[in-house]
């Protein structure tokens, strides 16, 4: 009896083990569309023995969205983006295949460590090497994730919640001279929409009240027309609504000092960057000036870049932009940085919906987690639905449900994205 038990235990665990092996679920899943895939892959061979082969890439947006695939010997491939600063990269993305060509995707971290400091004197300190290295990294995960038949939120910790709210950015720029009354309406269809938090833009180049096109002080005019902008989206949608505001690093600190004091009434959620990244001085000063929110970060990069904003005390929020600060790992790193100063951690995004999504594992990784910036070109504009696929629905009354699948989730859609690729780059060649 005994040796017939140990048998049968035997052959239970084997049976169980290939049913959950995640090459043999995506060898399966990929023959529904691919049959030659079968011949391919190796369903028996070890994540281990997974190394990358190439790395390809393309871009939307006139080049402002970098689009990144990474592929193995076992046929399968990791999706990243990046965005902003991205534009002209196509061979800094080769020069990154490079350099972890042949190594397991597997390692991650070690990856990161490996493409950031063989190019400290390539400028990984920021810009434009960190925000490819961002979209590469985060295709590392998502390959990781579906060797491993893993979420990338599983492999980051686990998850603190299921979904993760979102605010509607209601894209109301000020180019267009919107009015108080046109804040109100964004503000309704925000909310009807079924969003309890939206956010305006505040900067405006052709105010007819600016005093100097390039000294960005606002004129008192100016400050009246915003309060008014945004006290009509207060009033349209009540006290319950998080409304915020957003300055875009235009305007000087006796200008951002006044708006913040100006706009205290109203209860924002935050006041965005009234001024550039770069003084975090500068931003204390605003910061301890008023009882409205400071948040700030979408143009700081990697966890170095937001530790003067955070010992100093000089943002009530941070708001790193996870498309572009260095990737997932180094996010849940600002994240975990923020957490120990009390912090919120609200991630700006400007991305497409793989963007949207790798940033929502993130977000369900970290205890400090607040709320995710949201677009309204999602609902409007057919391109972000065109250039990946997903099953279900993107996003639901405001929030956003993490996907539990091997992975991020969502995968661009090369035949969708080649009809708004910028002519004469080349495409995931």
């Known amino acids: 009896m005994k040796n017939s038990r140990r048998d049968f235990l035997s052959k239970a665990t084997l049976a169980s083990a290939l049913a959950v092996s995640p090459l043999a679920n995506f060898a399966h899943a990929e023959n529904k569309h691919d049959e030659k895939a079968k011949g391919r892959v190796n369903t028996n061979s070890s994540p281990s023995d997974l190394k990358i082969t190439d790395i390809k890439c393309g ?8 689009f990144v695939k990474i592929y193995t010997n076992q046929d399968l491939v990791g999706h990243g983006e990046g965005v902003d600063a991205t534009p002209g990269t196509y061979h800094l993305v080769k020069i990154m295949g490079e350099r972890i060509k042949g190594q397991s995707p597997l390692n991650v971290h070690r990856l990161f460590e490996t493409i950031r400091k063989t190019g400290f004197f390539e400028g990984a300190q920021a810009g434009m090497y960190v925000a490819v290295l961002t979209a590469v990294e985060t295709a590392l995960w998502d390959l990781t994730g579906k060797a491993l038949g893993l979420p990338v939120y599983q ?4 998850k603190f919640r299921d979904e993760v709210r979102v605010y509607m950015d209601t894209a109301l720029y000020q180019n267009r001279l919107p009015t108080p009354e046109d804040f109100a309406h964004a503000a309704r269809e925000a909310v009807d929409m079924g969003f309890s938090a939206v956010k305006f833009d505040l900067d405006q180049a052709n105010d007819p009240n600016k005093y100097d096109k390039f000294n960005w002080t606002a004129s008192p005019a100016e400050v009246q027309r915003m309060y008014d902008q945004m006290a009509a989206a207060r009033k349209e949608v009540g006290p319950n609504i998080d409304i915020c505001a957003d300055m875009h690093g235009r305007y000087d600190a006796p200008t951002g000092e006044r708006v913040a004091k100006v706009l205290e009434p109203l209860n924002l959620m935050w006041l965005e960057e009234p001024i550039a990244a770069e003084n975090a001085d500068a931003y204390k000063k605003i910061a301890d000036s008023t009882s409205t929110p400071i948040c700030a970060g979408e143009n700081h990069y990697l966890a170095y870049g937001f530790r003067p904003l955070l010992e100093k005390g000089a943002v009530d929020i941070i708001m790193p932009d996870l498309q572009k600060a260095g990737g997932l790992g180094e996010a849940q790193r600002i994240a975990n940085l923020a957490n ?20 929502t594992h993130v977000c369900v990784s970290v205890p400090n987690f607040m709320i995710l910036e949201w677009q309204i070109y999602f609902h409007k504009d057919p391109m972000f639905k065109e250039i990946v696929t997903f099953t279900g629905e993107m996003v639901e009354n405001g929030f956003i449900k993490v996907r539990e699948v091997p992975g991020i989730g969502v995968e661009i859609n090369d035949e969708g994205m080649k009809k708004y690729a910028p002519p004469g780059v080349p495409f995931f060649e």
């Open 340 to 359: 120990l100063y009390y912090v919120p951690f609200a991630p700006h995004m400007v991305a497409s919906y793989l963007g949207a999504m790798a940033s």
């Open 155 to 158: 492999l980051l910790g686990g």
């Open 59 to 66: 871009y939307t947006r006139g080049g402002h969205s970098l």
